[in-house]
């Protein structure tokens, strides 16, 4: 998997002096492949090679991250101007949360690890702001309008797959999840007919219709369109094993199923609603029509982890200084939640205990 972003949206996250072909160099030597750099205009894009147990960097802020813990190694300055993780989240969320309900109901806990929808009234459709519509064409993907373009270009930034809906075209104003019977038949986005094989993660509505393949591509008959005034901004994270069976069986492949199939940290799930809703207001003209949905189990909490600093050198085959240790840790977003023991700084002792960032 590959992905590409452009150095001056890597720059609204990061402060550096590195040049891009210096971001390339250093960041290929320690961490990321960046395989690429090519200048389009008065940017440069980025092509990065991600492999399949490092989904948590394919991301403009991904990126940033490493930058910040790789390029200080070779005496480049690289410090996070703003991490839009830890910015976002629900009590962002301000509005009229009472005129557009939704009825969402999941049938199988397995298939999403969490589900979040709002909707968002009165959107005007047009073409997207000037920055976004660049970025997004150097990226690979064509801009469509401010509503879709807004869904693309939050995966590229914070790493998670969206899907926006027009919520007059979803009957009843209900949304249920669930497996797919064998033989079903979806019209994707692409005006494309799917045979579902069972099964899969699909979404009907009131009238049964199936309006999503979810994971992989929307329906046609709830889509975004020039008419469309009040959209369902969706957000989940999603059985990475159902994703990457229903892709094989159907021949169906595209960027969002490529990140849902390496699986991904519902953590990001609320950050990205809620960065949404702020890009749809700004540029959509649009409005909070209802409350927030978010159905999620299984709420994961931080990963900690008790780590030796020796182990650090026999994996990896250096001796590396306790300091660096911390410092590497530090710019990769971990946590350290005590000493070792009470009274012990993190150096003065053995072990580390560590939290895990959701990024």
Known sequence: MNIKITHNWLL???D????PDQIREYLSLCGPSVENVEKVGDDYVFDIEVISNRIDYASVIGMAQEAQAILPMFGKKAKFRENSLEKYNFKNIVGNKNLCSLQ???????LCSRFTA???????IGPSPKFIS????ACGIKSINNVVDTSNYLMLALGQPVHTFDYDQIKGATMI?????????IITLDKKEVTLPGGDIVMEDGSG???????IMGGLNSSINEKTKNVVVFVQTYDKVRIRRTTMATGVRTIASTFFEKGLDPERVEPTLVYGVELLEKYAQGKIASKIYDIYPKKQGKKLLVMSYGLFGKK???EIPKKKIVSILTNLGFGFSDGPKQGQTLLEGLTLQVSVPSW
């Open 12 to 14: 609204d996250y990061l």
């Open 16 to 19: 550096t002096d590195a040049t």
């Open 104 to 110: 969402v109901k999941i049938i199988n806990p397995t």
């Open 118 to 124: 709002i909707v968002i009234e009165n959107v005007r």
């Open 134 to 137: 660049e970025r997004l064409v």
């Open 177 to 185: 999840m669930r497996e797919s019977k064998k033989g079903e038949k």
């Open 209 to 215: 219709r199936l309006i999503d393949l979810c994971g």
């Open 316 to 318: 990896i085959g250096i």
